[in-house]
Every structure is written in structure tokens, then in C-alpha cells.
């Protein structure tokens, strides 16, 4: 079975805090795809990473940075020095197996960023 | 590019009236399209995944007779939500794949998602 958990429902920071949004996954194949989305309130989701699962190396992308770490089968994303508009909820999805590689999608996490 | 339409961005009908949204891959191919659900403050849950000139493959606990999806062209999937009922309001989101990257990545590109509501 696949699974995705996201076990922050939600996330509140004042802005310039650092926070890291936590995702832990399950999948027997040994090939898959782990992406993070942001959804803001007009609904639309935002592609931001994808990692395939033979390439651990962590990513940096200006304020935005991804620790992949299949020992763990943690997929955490950390936002540096949050931002207002770093608001909304954050969707951590797994691509595993044959077939149309659909994607399984964690429960979400909220975050709000406060002035 | 990889851009995915979705019309109509939002609706409002009445009960037992069906509703027809599309989703349009405007700048690629995408033989493989997906339908998502989202209840308010809730996560996207596959319905179904659409593929080019074939049935439609609902996920379990999915009503195809009452969520019918077809899937005509390259460029154009539709979702058909029949005689439908206030507990289907929702927000309604459609991806596609690039037949270009099947197979290599497992992208799926998402368009801006259609909210309905049924009074």
C-alpha cells in the first residue's frame, strides 16, 4: 500500500521564522516520484519539487530547501525566513508502481504566516 | 507552457441538474488525465484517471454513473456530474500528463480547479 502522512494539520509562525513542514511516505517499489505542492486560497496548486527516489541529494531553492532521506522515508520541506505570503496549505504527493502512476496526496498542512 | 484549463471556473445549479466541466491541456499532449476531489479543508482524493479514447478507470467508492468522464481528444477531457445533489458541491480539479514525459517523469500538470456548488 502507498501512504502519505502529514501529521502537521496546521502551522502558525510569526514572519522571518524558519519552519519545516514534515512528510513521511510508504511504498514497497523501489522507483517513485515524491513532489510538494502549495495551495493558496484561490485553490490553485502550485508545483514546487519533485524528487525521484534514487536521488537524495537535498535541494536548496532561495528561501524553499527539501531533506529527502529514504532511510527515514522523510520527504521534510523547511521554508527560511517565512514570509506572509508564504501562507497556504502544503501537499506533500507520492507517484509510486505501474499503471498511470496516480498520485497519492498527504492530508495537507496548514500554514499560516503572521506579521 | 504546460498549461491545463479548466472551464467552468466556478457553478451554481440546482438541485438534480447535471454539470459539465472541462479540462483542456492547451499547449501538450496528454493521453492520460487525472479528476481530483477536495472538500473543504481537505486533501485531493483521486475520482478517476482518464485516458485517451478509452473508459475512464474510477477509484473504489466512486459512482461512474453518477461522475461520467470522456476523454475524447488529446487535448480535452470532461467531467459530467449527473442529477446533481448538494453532498457533490466540491471543488473539482483536473491534471494531465505530457505524453512526451510518460514514462520519464511522473509530472502531472494541474489546472485551476472548478468549485460547485449545488443549492
Known amino acids: 500500500a502507498q501512504k502519505v502522512t502529514q501529521a502537521q494539520t496546521e502551522i502558525s509562525v510569526v514572519e522571518k521564522e524558519d519552519v519545516t513542514l514534515d512528510c513521511v511516505y510508504e511504498?514497497?517499489?523501489?522507483?517513485?516520484?515524491l513532489f510538494w505542492y502549495k495551495q493558496p486560497p484561490s485553490g490553485e496548486l502550485v508545483f514546487l519539487i519533485r524528487r525521484n527516489s534514487f536521488d537524495e541529494q537535498n535541494e536548496i531553492s532561495g528561501r524553499y530547501s527539501w531533506n529527502f532521506q529514504k532511510s527515514t522515508s522523510s520527504f521534510n520541506f523547511t521554508i527560511t525566513a517565512s514570509q506572509v505570503v508564504d501562507s497556504a496549505v502544503y501537499f506533500c504527493?507520492?507517484?509510486?508502481?505501474?499503471?498511470?502512476?496516480?498520485?497519492?496526496f498527504g492530508a495537507g498542512t496548514r500554514l499560516a504566516v503572521h506579521p | 507552457g504546460a498549461v491545463v484549463s479548466q472551464h467552468p471556473s466556478w457553478v451554481i445549479c440546482k438541485s438534480g441538474t447535471s454539470v459539465k466541466i472541462e479540462c483542456r491541456s492547451l499547449d501538450f499532449q496528454a493521453t492520460t488525465m487525472f479528476w481530483y476531489r477536495q472538500f473543504p479543508k481537505k486533501s485531493l482524493m483521486l475520482m478517476a484517471t482518464s485516458n485517451e479514447g478509452s473508459k475512464a478507470t474510477y477509484e473504489q467508492g466512486v459512482e461512474k454513473d453518477k461522475f461520467l468522464i470522456n476523454h475524447a481528444s488529446l487535448t480535452l477531457s470532461t467531467l459530467t456530474v449527473t442529477s446533481a445533489h448538494p453532498e457533490d458541491s466540491s471543488f473539482y480539479i483536473c491534471?494531465?500528463?505530457?505524453?512526451?514525459?510518460?514514462?520519464?517523469?511522473?509530472?502531472?500538470?494541474f489546472g485551476p480547479g472548478t468549485r460547485l456548488t449545488v443549492l
Open positions: 504527493a507520492l507517484s509510486a508502481g505501474g499503471g498511470y502512476n496516480k498520485l497519492i
Open positions: 511504498t514497497r517499489d523501489t522507483t517513485y516520484y
Open positions: 491534471s494531465a500528463r505530457d505524453r512526451r514525459l510518460a514514462g520519464v517523469y511522473n509530472e502531472q500538470f
